[in-house]
């Protein structure tokens, strides 16, 4: 179970300022009870706001494309000849003369395009703060959910209408809502989705049909690049999805045919979770080559996978904000995808980072895609290659269906599930059994007279003699292993020999022993190289031998 909260952007522009309206739903088992309605506010105008996104977005295109960009090019691009809205002529003005620099400096235009991002979040903030008057009540009844349901996951969705004139809707659709403090305050911190209310299925035909892992079928298309740092890119991103192998069922396609993707999405055991990386369009994907392949040209398929059980699609690719709508209308519990254009390291650390928290950490999908976003930061601070990365990831919420978590995907076998819990009830009633009290007084009866009887020192030998049979019985190879920590130095008849002929200084001429001063340095060099090791002389010593003596019992005082 769970809630949404569907703060819903009804009429307006940017102009006037827009309608909105909070609603939350209780979500169980697919069944929805509204528990808010109709909770009604407004955001305030903000025409700037605007301005600062075009900044931004020529900016940025401008970083990621800085060879053979033309004004064309650019979806928000008006020349400033034809431009008629005054609030924006000094923007696309600006904007018009960096598209005439026919030779960009690095730096600046990476500090220019992280400036941009930046004011165009805190003109985001202010624009919300603005609007605070008119969403007290909304603030209020979100607060007082939250409080009610602390203990259920509130999940929060900002839903546009199509009411709204399309390029204010787009732009509504492409802002960093995860900066708003309203829902930012969320506990724990939670990713904000975004859903398009003409794309809303309310009730949809789900098959409840599970399997024993969850299925995850990745299509790879053409990326459009074939450069060794591309393939190694490429290949991360497979290994993060082998990384669910032992939880999952995976399949992997690499830019299949018509009939190819086709056979795959009519597979008659379903799908769980697709995962598609390559080249992406605004309305298009780049399957099987760069010019893409549309929804409509697969609708049979995707409306087949959709019944047999997908609920979960990641388009980890550039551009896929309106694919991702269009496949909310098929049913699709979820989508998540990249608002722009993204660079490929940026959407491999993503996809790694979603996967390992959804899967291995058993966290939520709107928490994950938020630690995802969060791994991108690295990409950002001072001295980040890719300005505007934590910009672009974004969760498409059908508004008829809670996300499911990774283990609502699949059921455990009944019969391992009955063995289980018989398992554990039969350990549950051993120790409901057991008199604790009982068992400590016996144990001290036992403990007490061992330890007596060992604190006497009776114990000593046969202690001594198990301890010895036991190393005889070790295995040949933990011997070898244990006589490599133990140096042995030995002094036989040849040494002696070579000590008189070489060093007679240190040898007594009429002894055939070892002198003192021999021995110490022999112990010297072995402290030296060995400074925590124990060492031990078995050589026997009647008398002193050598002028250093002293220097020997030196040795074994320290």
Same mark, same amino acid.
């Given at each position: 179970? $769970?809630?949404?909260?569907?703060?819903?952007?009804?009429?307006?522009?940017?102009?006037?300022?827009?309608?909105?309206?909070?609603? !939350?739903?209780?979500?169980?088992?697919?069944?929805?009870?509204?528990?808010?309605?109709?909770?009604?506010?407004?955001?305030?105008?903000?025409?700037?706001?605007?301005?600062?996104?075009?900044?931004?977005?020529?900016?940025?295109?401008?970083?990621?494309?800085?060879?053979?960009?033309?004004?064309?090019?650019?979806?928000?691009?008006?020349?400033?000849?034809?431009?008629?809205?005054?609030?924006?002529?000094?923007?696309?003005?600006?904007?018009?003369?960096?598209?005439?620099?026919?030779? *960009?400096?690095?730096?600046?235009?990476?500090?220019?395009?992280?400036?941009?991002?930046?004011?165009?979040?805190?003109?985001?903030?202010?624009?919300?703060?603005?609007? *605070?008057?008119?969403?007290?009540?909304?603030?209020?009844?979100?607060?007082?959910?939250?409080?009610?349901?602390?203990?259920?996951?509130?999940?929060?969705?900002?839903?546009?209408?199509?009411?709204?004139?399309?390029?204010?809707?787009?732009?509504?659709?492409?802002?960093?809502?995860?900066?708003?403090?309203?829902?930012?305050?969320?506990?724990?911190?939670?990713?904000?989705?975004?859903?398009?209310?003409?794309?809303?299925?309310?009730?949809?035909?789900?098959?409840?049909?599970?399997?024993?892992?969850?299925?995850?079928?990745?299509?790879?298309?053409?990326?459009?690049?074939?450069?060794?740092?591309?393939?190694?890119?490429?290949?991360?991103?497979?290994?993060?999805?082998?990384?669910?192998?032992?939880?999952?069922?995976?399949?992997?396609?690499?830019?299949?045919?018509?009939?190819?993707?086709?056979?795959?999405?009519?597979?008659?055991?379903?799908?769980?979770?697709?995962?598609?990386?390559?080249?992406?369009?605004?309305?298009?994907?780049?399957?099987?080559?760069?010019? $893409?392949?549309?929804?409509?040209?697969?609708?049979?398929?995707?409306?087949?996978?959709?019944?047999? $059980?997908?609920?979960?699609?990641?388009?980890? !690719? !550039?551009?896929?904000?309106?694919?991702?709508?269009?496949?909310?209308?098929?049913?699709?519990?979820?989508?998540?995808?990249?608002?722009?254009?993204?660079?490929?390291?940026?959407?491999?650390?993503?996809?790694?980072?979603?996967?390992?928290?959804?899967?291995?950490?058993?966290?939520?999908?709107?928490?994950?895609?938020?630690?995802?976003?969060?791994?991108?930061?690295?990409?950002?601070?001072?001295?980040?290659?890719?300005?505007?990365?934590?910009?672009?990831?974004?969760?498409?919420?059908?508004?008829?269906?809670?996300?499911?978590?990774?283990?609502?995907?699949?059921?455990?076998?009944?019969?391992?599930?009955?063995?289980?819990?018989?398992?554990?009830?039969?350990?549950?009633?051993?120790?409901?059994?057991?008199?604790?009290?009982?068992?400590?007084?016996?144990?001290?009866?036992?403990?007490?007279?061992?330890?007596?009887?060992?604190?006497?020192?009776?114990?000593?030998?046969?202690?001594?003699?198990?301890?010895?049979?036991?190393?005889?019985?070790?295995?040949?190879?933990?011997?070898?292993?244990?006589?490599?920590?133990?140096?042995?130095?030995?002094?036989?008849?040849?040494?002696?020999?070579?000590?008189?002929?070489?060093?007679?200084?240190?040898?007594?001429?009429?002894?055939?022993?070892?002198?003192?001063?021999?021995?110490?340095?022999?112990?010297?060099?072995?402290?030296?190289?060995?400074?925590?090791?124990?060492?031990?002389?078995?050589?026997?010593?009647?008398?002193?031998? $050598?002028?250093?003596?002293?220097?020997?019992?030196?040795?074994?005082?320290?």
């Amino acid at each position: 179970m $769970g809630i949404l909260a569907i703060f819903t952007i009804s009429a307006g522009n940017f102009e006037k300022g827009f309608y909105l309206t909070l609603e !939350c739903k209780e979500i169980s088992n697919n069944e929805s009870k509204v528990v808010i309605s109709n909770i009604s506010g407004s955001l305030a105008k903000n025409p700037s706001i605007v301005d600062f996104y075009k900044k931004w977005w020529f900016c940025y295109y401008r970083f990621v494309k800085p060879l053979g960009i033309k004004s064309t090019d650019f979806e928000f691009y008006d020349s400033p000849k034809n431009d008629q809205n005054n609030s924006l002529n000094n923007s696309t003005i600006e904007v018009y003369e960096v598209l005439q620099i026919s030779q *960009i400096n690095y730096d600046e235009l990476l500090k220019k395009c992280t400036e941009t991002v930046e004011n165009l979040k805190e003109e985001m903030i202010t624009w919300l703060n603005n609007s *605070i008057k008119d969403l007290t009540q909304i603030r209020e009844k979100f607060v007082e959910i939250k409080t009610k349901y602390k203990d259920v996951e509130i999940n929060p969705v900002i839903n546009i209408s199509k009411a709204i004139n399309s390029k204010d809707r787009k732009i509504l659709d492409k802002l960093p809502w995860h900066e708003w403090d309203l829902l930012k305050s969320n506990s724990p911190r939670k990713e904000i989705a975004i859903s398009d209310d003409q794309r809303v299925v309310n009730e949809i035909n789900i098959s409840i049909k599970k399997h024993s892992k969850p299925r995850i079928i990745t299509i790879f298309g053409d990326s459009g690049e074939n450069t060794s740092n591309e393939l190694k890119l490429q290949k991360k991103e497979k290994d993060s999805i082998c990384k669910l192998e032992k939880i999952s069922e995976l399949d992997f396609i690499e830019k299949p045919s018509q009939e190819e993707l086709v056979n795959k999405l009519r597979d008659e055991q379903g799908w769980d979770i697709l995962i598609y990386s390559g080249h992406g369009q605004p309305n298009k994907l780049g399957i099987r080559n760069l010019e $893409g392949t549309t929804l409509e040209e697969i609708d049979n398929s995707l409306r087949f996978v959709v019944e047999n $059980g997908l609920k979960i699609v990641i388009l980890n !690719c !550039c551009n896929s904000l309106e694919i991702a709508n269009q496949l909310l209308s098929y049913g699709v519990h979820l989508v998540i995808a990249m608002k722009e254009e993204v660079p490929e390291e940026v959407a491999s650390q993503f996809l790694d980072e979603l996967l390992t928290q959804y899967a291995h950490n058993k966290k939520s999908i709107y928490e994950s895609v938020q630690l995802g976003r969060d791994s991108l930061e690295k990409f950002e601070h001072k001295g980040g290659k890719y300005p505007s990365a934590m910009f672009f990831p974004v969760i498409c919420q059908n508004l008829g269906i809670f996300p499911p978590l990774y283990s609502d995907l699949f059921q455990v076998d009944e019969e391992e599930r009955n063995d289980e819990q018989n398992t554990y009830k039969k350990i549950l009633n051993t120790l409901k059994t057991i008199n604790l009290k009982k068992i400590l007084i016996a144990s001290l009866i036992s403990l007490l007279p061992v330890l007596g009887i060992r604190g006497v020192g009776l114990l000593e030998k046969p202690e001594l003699k198990v301890y010895n049979r036991m190393l005889k019985l070790r295995p040949t190879e933990l011997t070898k292993e244990s006589e490599q920590r133990v140096l042995v130095v030995t002094v036989d008849e040849e040494d002696l020999e070579y000590i008189k002929e070489n060093y007679p200084k240190l040898s007594p001429s009429h002894e055939n022993i070892i002198s003192d001063e021999m021995l110490a340095e022999v112990i010297q060099k072995l402290k030296a190289n060995y400074p925590q090791a124990v060492i031990g002389i078995d050589i026997f010593r009647d008398s002193k031998t $050598g002028k250093q003596r002293q220097k020997f019992i030196d040795l074994f005082k320290k």
